[in-house]
């Protein structure tokens, strides 16, 4: 699958193109964040490139763990697409808003992130998991009349061309986004030089300094896809702004806070090679997720994760 034009430009670049399917894929019986496997859709793919049968893979940022086996590196991260989360309408309901759903109605997601945020905000919905791809969730809202409404990422309604479908975009005060959300990455083998050279002309300066605070502070509070946090970032006058949180699974507790650093003025940044971003911006992105992270362990966050991945392997 081409998107935007993304995987077509490398394959111009004298590569070809496997389709290829993952575990995550496969699974669409059960919340992801009750399979327990941190490279879900990753890890055969990786497999294809420890082979030689691949010399580059095209993941959504998101679904990559921050810290990479090793010999593999991200070679590339592209422009971002929206970060944010939609709200996709059941037919019946249409023209309404979360706000403006009747009391009780149900909303569909898989994600304990969007879940804890919306259940703070918007207290008279019930949440309630989704699996499945695009296709999938879209027929079961569609078709039943188990959801009034599911959520999902933006980026992914608009590059499979389905922006009509996007009833409500909610802003960082509903719902702060994903580590990586929105933007695509290339994984690469980590001593491939030329194909490193090769892919590193996709890199988006803003993206990927954006990428690494938010891997950063992932990565230094151990989330993922099993803990509840959630992140916004931007880049205004050379100033990196990131804002990060941690939640309980049912929202009612909540760290965040924000932080900033100057990106004006190589190696790995959290599994990101970057060989067009200067190294100085590179690692004052990495310290602002790391001291951002940091501080909300300071005040407990360790705590509200280790009690909702707890709550969340009981459910």
Known sequence: QDVNGTVSRVIRMG???????????????????????KSLFTKELENALERNEV?????????????????????????????????????????????????????????????????????????????????????????????????????GLKRMGWETRISQVLNPEDCMYAVGQGALAVEVRARDSDILEMVSNLHHPETVLRCIAERAFLRRLEGGCSVPVAVHTEVKDSVLSLTGAVYSLDGTDCLKDTMEASITPGNQHVGVTALNVPQFSQVAAEKLGVALADLLLSQGAMEILTTARKLNDAR
């Open 15 to 37: 590569t070809r193109k496997i389709p290829m399917s993952t575990i995550g894929d496969k699974i669409l019986d059960t919340a992801l964040s009750k399979i327990g496997e």
């Open 55 to 155: 010399d580059l893979v095209v993941h959504s940022l998101k679904d990559l763990p921050t810290t990479l086996p090793d010999g593999f590196t991200i070679g590339a991260v592209l422009q971002r697409e929206s970060p944010y989360d939609a709200v996709v309408l059941h037919p019946k309901n249409s023209g309404l808003t979360l706000d403006s759903l009747p009391d009780g109605s149900v909303i569909g997601t898989s994600s304990l992130r969007r879940a804890a945020q919306l259940k703070k905000r918007f207290s008279h919905l019930e949440f309630k998991d989704i699996r499945g791809n695009l296709n999938t969730r879209l027929k079961k809202l569609d078709e039943k009349e188990d959801y009034s409404a599911i959520i999902l990422a933006a980026a």
